[in-house]
């Protein structure tokens, strides 16, 4: 990873910058800008949506240069070849200032593979395919938030143009990311191996029937 990150800062991109690595601990700089939980009132408007996905091409665009060192180990399976895919693209793994999302951080589960892996995983949180009213309130929305709309902006400020099913990619990539949790819980990862031990995979399950819910509401 630190490979990766000084690769992609040194082209200028806003991401950690890689310090060094002792026996027990890595450091890296911080991204200027809120993130975490204080990420939620930055992402409400379009144009703070359209700016994640802008971050996000960026990003996988400037990887596409990069050379792996011949010892490198992805955290999880790879998914393709196409650019380094940062893994977990949502609100609080970027930096905001002023409602722009002008940094991302967070790439332990970076692994090759197709664009549209961060796309949709991206698109699930920033549209978001979520129901739960105290939820929505939580990231500064309304229960009937215009989702369409959010969908349109992220993938405009992506630059993407291909025919795209957005419910079919987010389901697809929702499922990976079960499916992920179980596998690195099984190699004894934490907290994953918590995580499956406690059985939320199986009550992450919902979040595809929360999906597939919203693509009949769409079309009725």
Same mark, same amino acid.
């Given at each position: 990873?630190?490979?990766?990150?000084?690769?992609?800062?040194? $082209?200028? !991109? +806003?991401?950690p910058e890689p310090l060094g690595i002792d026996a027990d601990t890595e450091c890296v700089r911080l991204v200027? =800008?809120?993130?975490?939980?204080?990420?939620?009132?930055? $992402?409400?408007?379009?144009?703070?949506?359209?700016?994640?996905?802008?971050?996000?091409?960026?990003?996988?665009?400037?990887?596409?240069?990069?050379?792996?060192?011949?010892? @490198?180990?992805?955290?999880?399976? @790879?998914?393709?070849?196409?650019?380094?895919?940062?893994?977990?693209? $949502?609100? =609080?793994?970027?930096?905001?200032?002023?409602?722009?999302?002008?940094?991302?951080?967070?790439?332990?589960? @970076?692994? +090759?593979?197709?664009?549209?892996?961060?796309?949709?995983?991206?698109?699930?949180?920033?549209? +978001?395919?979520?129901?739960?009213p105290d939820s929505l309130r939580r990231r500064g929305l309304p229960e009937d938030v215009d989702r369409p709309?959010?969908?349109?902006a992220f993938l405009d400020g992506y630059g993407w143009t291909e025919p795209l099913d957005v419910v079919d990619?987010?389901?697809?990539?929702?499922?990976?990311?079960?499916?992920?949790?179980?596998? !690195?819980?099984?190699?004894?990862?934490?907290? $994953?191996?918590?995580?499956?031990?406690?059985?939320? +995979? @199986?009550?992450?399950?919902?979040?595809?029937?929360?999906?597939?819910? !919203?693509?009949?509401?769409?079309?009725?």
């Open positions: 990873m630190h490979s990766l990150l000084r690769h992609l800062y040194d $082209q200028g !991109l +806003p991401v200027p =800008g809120d993130g975490g939980e204080a990420a939620w009132p930055h $992402q409400v408007s379009l144009d703070a949506v359209a700016s994640a996905g802008e971050l996000l091409r960026r990003n996988h665009d400037a990887t596409r240069s990069w050379r792996r060192p011949e010892d @490198a180990v992805w955290a999880v399976p @790879a998914e393709g070849q196409d650019v380094i895919c940062h893994g977990d693209p $949502q609100p =609080g793994n970027m930096a905001w200032h002023d409602g722009i999302a002008v940094g991302l951080f967070d790439w332990d589960d @970076a692994r +090759p593979a197709e664009r549209m892996s961060d796309v949709a995983y991206a698109l699930e949180w920033f549209t +978001p395919f979520d129901v739960d709309s959010r969908i349109h990619e987010v389901l697809r990539r929702q499922q990976r990311a079960i499916d992920e949790v179980v596998w !690195l819980g099984k190699a004894g990862h934490e907290p $994953q191996a918590t995580w499956v031990a406690e059985g939320w +995979p @199986a009550r992450w399950a919902s979040k595809l029937d929360v999906t597939e819910s !919203l693509r009949r509401e769409w079309r009725e």
